[in-house]
């Protein structure tokens, strides 16, 4: 079952075309890699699906319980309560609070108490935020930072930063995660926990995942299918053994370490 | 786990209940004198104008200078409603009325500005304020212009204050823990971050701005009804920088730090009014040495609560030995 379709997706700065006719197709539970060199266009397109941008042109399509649902123009916050969760390539945690709230305040869009039973603290406040507490802590154990949870997430280990990123975003309970390059910056030890992870929390959570990543060895590891982009277009998409030895990525990532990984 | 809050919530009612009972022994037994009620009545409009312009600018990141404008709607209509109706009821329905009206204006004024930021959000904020000073100018027939109100009725008294100080404290820290609050808090720490987790930042904003306007007006209206004379020129761009002083003095995000500093600074001014020079120098003086040992106010954003003191008893109680 198809969950997301991007048509022609195109998106400008002044003159500089970041994006351009772009088509991606997910089916639901897929995990999939979007890769490219540097500039690509790549976080550009996570900014479009999340509406930080609005396209140019072009139409993004999720579909959730047979209806489709456009996510052109939709504001961000919308587009999450729609089941679509992200975490970002420079790290944006809430730093100057602690694990536990970071994670709290992401499950904000299925809270039900209105303001007033927040301003009294009524009994059906009480009763959620206790729920909202327990699903927390649940999520932090699967990252093993339950027992870091009061402290600040700046004070965090730079791997553990990313970990909780992931724990936020799967706090809005989504449909379909984007991941931008989530291994950046780890160690290979780092890199090969984060690949177990990833694919252990797409089975446990049911979960569709478009994945940014450099690291070459976690996207062939892991993903099924792999869209490339350079330069804002889409030059091959297919499974890792065919973008291995795609000659245009080979081009495109001249130099670099493509058909060994 | 069901003990301990409710042996939380007992301790916190009769903190309360004993603050309450406290001074107002010291103003039955003339201790607070008249002299010291009118510092008093300053300190708690000032812990209400100060805690809930946190609100806005410490918890939710939105930094205002309007917040004495808000203040004038709340006194001029409770000023306006209790002249014609001089009773208790005039009086109650008056702090309501100032308080809807400002939190109305708060609404008017929050939705297009609130695309603004920072810099910028704080000189439309200060405009907003300017203008509504102007308007109170130039409604003559009503506000009675640059000359303003006077012989509005007295109702404010000390349980009144109480009444208001203790319920907006409440209020603005039950919200604060709650999910509402918490989205508030997230729009302060990364606005982007805060969007993409599904926070409605534009909503919260403006409730941020309706909330902390109301109290506002709250505060405005114990203000004409207990110093009894109003004019516009009290509500100025000054009065603004006043309250912003107290919440940054306390800590930006800590409502015991707003209340510390309301009630730090208006000591400071009551002891030394006598000699107004030096008071002004001292009043400077404070804020410039606090400002440079800790720019992040008193308390940065702790909060002083009841659980503390408990944890302090009971390293008394066990000693070293205990963690
Ligand atoms: N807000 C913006 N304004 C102007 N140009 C932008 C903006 N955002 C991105 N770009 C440009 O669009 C192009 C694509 O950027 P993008 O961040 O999407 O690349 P990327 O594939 O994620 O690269 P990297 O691997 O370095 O993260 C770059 O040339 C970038 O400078
Ligand atoms: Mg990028």
Redesign the interface.
Same mark, same amino acid.
């Given at each position: 079952m198809q969950l997301l379709a991007i048509e022609k997706l195109t998106k400008s700065f002044g003159g500089l075309t970041a994006v351009l006719n772009v088509n991606i197709e997910l089916q639901q539970g897929e995990l999939i890699g979007l890769i490219g060199p540097n500039g690509a266009g790549k976080t550009t397109v996570f900014n479009l699906l +999340?509406?930080?941008y609005v396209p140019t042109s072009g139409n993004i399509t999720f579909c959730k319980d047979d209806s489709k649902i456009s996510l052109h123009g939709l504001?961000? #916050?919308k587009i999450? !309560?729609e089941g679509v969760? /992200?975490t970002?390539q420079n790290i944006? @945690?809430?730093? $100057? @609070?602690t694990v536990f $709230?970071n994670v /709290? %305040?992401?499950? #904000? !869009?299925n809270?039900k108490?209105g &303001?007033l039973?927040? &301003? &009294? #603290?009524s009994p059906s406040?009480r009763r =959620? =935020?206790k729920t %909202?507490a327990d699903a927390s802590m649940e999520l932090l154990k699967i990252f093993n930072l339950d027992e870091k949870k009061d402290e600040y997430a700046k004070n965090l280990p730079y791997g553990e930063q990313r970990h909780l990123e992931i724990a936020?975003?799967l706090? +809005?309970n989504p449909e379909l995660l984007l991941l931008d390059e989530p291994a950046a910056g780890m160690n290979p030890a780092e890199t090969a926990q984060l690949t177990e992870l990833i694919k252990w929390i797409r089975e446990k959570f049911n979960l569709t995942i478009l994945l940014i990543e450099h690291d070459m060895s976690v996207v062939m590891k892991i993903c099924e299918r792999i869209y490339v982009l350079d330069y804002g277009i889409l030059i091959a998409e297919g499974t890792p053994d065919e973008i291995r030895s795609n000659p245009r990525v080979i081009e495109a990532y001249l130099g670099e370490d493509v058909s060994n990984a | 786990m069901r003990g301990i809050l409710n042996k939380q919530l007992t301790q916190r009612i009769i903190f309360m209940l004993l603050a309450y009972a406290i001074v107002q022994l010291l103003v039955s037994t003339n201790i607070i004198n008249a002299y010291l009620q009118a510092t008093l009545v300053t300190i708690c409009i000032n812990i209400i104008l100060a805690v809930s312009l946190n609100l806005i600018t410490g918890f939710t990141g939105q930094f205002s200078l309007g917040h004495a404008g808000f203040m004038s709607i709340g006194a001029y209509t409770c000023a306006l409603i209790t002249m014609r109706v001089p009773t208790i009821a005039g009086f109650l329905a008056g702090v309501l009325m100032g308080a809807v009206m400002a939190a109305l204006v708060g609404f008017l004024v929050g939705l297009p500005t609130l695309r603004l930021r920072g810099d910028y959000l704080a000189i439309a904020t200060l405009g907003m304020s300017e203008i509504i000073r102007i308007v109170f100018i130039n409604l003559d027939s009503i506000t009675n212009g640059a000359a303003g109100l006077n012989d509005i009725p007295r109702f404010v008294n000390w349980p009144w204050l109480y009444v208001f100080v203790a319920g907006t404290i409440l209020l603005i820290r039950n919200l604060l823990k709650s999910s509402h609050g918490r989205a508030c808090i997230a729009i302060r720490e990364d606005e982007i971050a805060a969007e993409a987790m599904g926070i409605n930042t534009t909503k919260y904003k403006v409730l941020a701005f309706i909330i902390g306007a109301f109290c506002a007006g709250i505060a405005g209206a114990l203000y004409s009804s207990y110093f009894y004379y109003i004019k516009p020129d009290l509500f100025g761009f000054l009065k603004s920088v006043d309250i912003l002083v107290i919440v940054v003095l306390g800590g930006l995000g800590s409502i015991s730090g707003s209340v510390l500093a309301a009630v730090l600074l208006a000591v400071v001014s009551t002891y030394f009014q006598s000699f107004p020079e030096i008071r002004m120098i001292l009043y400077a003086l404070i804020l410039v040495i606090i400002m440079i040992f800790r720019p992040q106010g008193l308390l940065g954003s702790k909060e002083i609560s009841i659980s503390m003191f408990n944890r302090m008893g009971k390293l008394f109680a066990f000693g070293k030995g205990e963690k």
């Open positions: +999340t509406g930080v504001r961000p #916050h999450c !309560k969760a /992200r970002f944006r @945690l809430f730093r $100057d @609070l $709230d /709290r %305040i992401a499950m #904000h !869009k809270v108490y &303001l039973a927040s &301003l &009294l #603290h406040y =959620e =935020e %909202i936020r975003a706090a +809005t | -």
